[in-house]
């Protein structure tokens, strides 16, 4: 079982970049499918950032030109570099992992083997 440890959450100023880290444990950490989800206000969480099954990013609409997703598997590490922040990008921001792809056809799995303890990502404008 992977554990997973989130950093990197602050509050900024609409417009800005912050970057988050997903610090990963567990000597199987690389055969695992890595995304971003987060969880808004009022709102139910939902999937950010993603690798396919190719590898190739995932995003969801909302974030696309402005977050990018990135993973280092030496340094067992995830990462989300959010650019061009908004004030609607406010949210617990949490890493998740699985055994399987964590999105597909547009869908995305809340229902994974690991999740960290969450970032707060607070945008204000």
């Known amino acids: 079982q992977v554990q997973l440890v989130e950093s990197g959450g602050g509050s900024v100023l609409a417009g800005r970049s912050l970057r988050l880290s997903c610090a990963a444990s567990?000597?199987?950490?690389?055969?695992?499918?890595m995304g971003w989800f987060r969880q808004r206000p009022g709102k139910e969480r939902e999937g950010v950032a993603a690798?396919?099954?190719?590898?190739?990013?995932i995003y969801v609409d909302s974030v696309k030109g402005r977050f990018t997703i990135s993973r280092d598997n030496a340094e067992n590490t995830l990462y989300l570099q959010m650019n061009s922040l908004k004030p609607e990008d406010t949210a617990m921001y949490y890493c998740?992992?699985?055994?399987?792809?964590?999105?597909?056809?547009?869908?995305?799995?809340?229902?994974?083997?690991?999740w960290g303890q969450g970032t707060l990502v607070t945008v204000s404008s």
């Open positions: 998740g992992a699985d055994r399987h792809p964590v999105t597909a056809g547009g869908l995305w799995r809340n229902s994974l083997d690991a």
């Open positions: 567990g000597h199987t950490y690389s055969t695992y499918y």
């Open positions: 690798f396919d099954t190719d590898g190739s990013p």
